[in-house]
């Protein structure tokens, strides 16, 4: 059964916001404090399979995860992205955003995905 399909029956995840074809979730976290994730209602298992209603309703979603996220816990930044395939790192079928509200004081601060994906141990050698 997809969690995101069902959240409502996974107990640690919580719709915290929802549009007619979104929902962003949320579940306790003790290192990426505040992070969720942004969900379409119907199952599409990448961001390449989404309707041009549900990139819309993704984009609004967006804009009021900020807005909640903000003024509870104030970052100084966001990292947001797709994982697209198992290659990329996608690991539920069921196509998700990531928003991770970024910290100054964080440890990685400063450091993005791309960081790590340039670094020379990761060329891909042709």
């Known amino acids: 059964m997809c969690p995101f399909c069902y959240p409502e029956k996974h107990?640690?995840?919580?719709i915290v916001l929802e549009n007619?074809?979104?929902r962003f979730l949320q579940q306790p976290q003790?290192?990426?404090?505040?992070?969720g994730i942004i969900v379409p209602r119907q199952h599409r298992e990448t961001v390449f399979d989404l309707?041009?209603?549900?990139w819309a309703a993704t984009f609004s979603l967006l804009k009021q995860a900020k807005q909640e996220l903000d003024s509870r816990y104030h970052p100084q930044g966001y990292s947001v992205g797709w994982n697209a395939g198992s290659v990329a790192g996608q690991e539920i079928f069921h196509v998700h955003l990531h928003v991770i509200p970024?910290?100054?004081d964080e440890p990685l601060a400063g450091k993005g995905i791309r960081y790590?994906?340039?670094q020379p141990e990761?060329?891909?050698h042709a």
């Open 11 to 14: 107990q640690d995840q919580q």
């Open 20 to 22: 007619e074809h979104c």
């Open 30 to 35: 003790e290192v990426l404090i505040g992070s």
């Open 51 to 54: 309707t041009d209603e549900e």
């Open 102 to 104: 970024r910290f100054e």
């Open 116 to 118: 790590w994906l340039k």
């Open 122 to 124: 990761n060329s891909r």
